[in-house]
Nanobody
């Protein structure tokens, strides 16, 4: 089972930025299809975006132009750069190894956007 550890969450004012990191175990990280998800209070977990082993990236419409996903295979790490944050971005953010199976999840990191 791949272990995933997120970091970088915190409290930020509207319009601010945060960068989340997700460090993964395993020697074949470069082959993993990774994703970032979030879960706001009282809501279902939703996809934020994904990055393939080849670097193809997709985002949910609500974060396009504000969030950027990247990966550093040498560090076994995937990142989520979040700019122009809004109160509605407040959630617990999770990274996930989507492929290959089985799926793995990190423990999550809280992001709170508030003045």
């Amino acid at each position: 089972q791949v272990q995933l550890v997120e970091s970088g969450g915190g409290l930020v004012q509207p319009g601010g930025s945060l960068r989340l990191s997700c460090a993964a175990s395993g020697s074949i990280f470069s082959t993993y299809y990774m994703g970032w998800y979030r879960q706001a209070p009282g809501k279902q977990r939703e996809l934020v975006g994904t990055i393939s082993s080849g670097g193809s990236i997709n985002y949910v419409d609500s974060v396009k132009g504000r969030f950027t996903i990247s990966r550093d295979n040498a560090k076994n790490t995937v990142y989520l750069q979040m700019n122009s944050l809004k109160p509605e971005d407040t959630a617990v953010y999770y990274c996930s190894k989507i492929l290959p199976s089985p799926r793995s999840w990190g423990q999550g990191t809280q992001v709170t956007v508030s003045s």
